[in-house]
């Protein structure tokens, strides 16, 4: 027995349609107004951060009133230290529009960006000596 099918349902004269989210495509017969990326970003023309994607981005300060509303989101979500990565796709835009958004506020010094922890290649002797007894103890 398999189980009945859920039937979708078209937004009729009393339901509004649902808003697609920002990187959708349109469906047909919708009209959308869609932001460029370029105003996003800004003049974009400069020098970018050094900035891959697993650094570390954290708030220094709240959003001014002169923030755009893409930078006061990055700083709203920088309370707690995130990956570029993560700011990302919490925001719906490409890597690299992000990386132009966090050059301005790294040059205003509202965030500060830090390399991840990274762990030594090779383990300390001691710390292997340690686990092979432990295990031949066993």
Do not use: W
């Amino acid at each position: 027995m398999t189980p009945p099918r859920r039937q979708r349902r078209s937004p009729g004269p009393d339901r509004p349609a649902a808003p697609s989210p920002p990187g959708a495509p349109a469906k047909e017969g919708e009209a959308r107004n869609p932001e460029r990326l370029f105003v996003i970003g800004g003049e974009g023309g400069g020098e970018r951060a050094d900035i891959d994607l697993v650094t570390l981005i954290v708030a220094r300060a709240d959003p001014p009133v002169s923030a755009t509303p893409e930078q006061a989101a990055l700083l709203r979500l920088c309370a707690a230290p995130l990956s570029v990565a993560e700011l990302s796709a919490y925001l719906s835009l490409p890597f690299s529009v992000v990386t132009v958004l966090l050059t301005d506020l790294l040059a205003s010094e509202l965030v500060q960006a830090r390399a991840p922890i990274v762990r030594q290649k090779v383990a300390d002797r001691n710390l292997l000596e340690a686990v092979m007894h432990g295990l031949q103890k066993l």
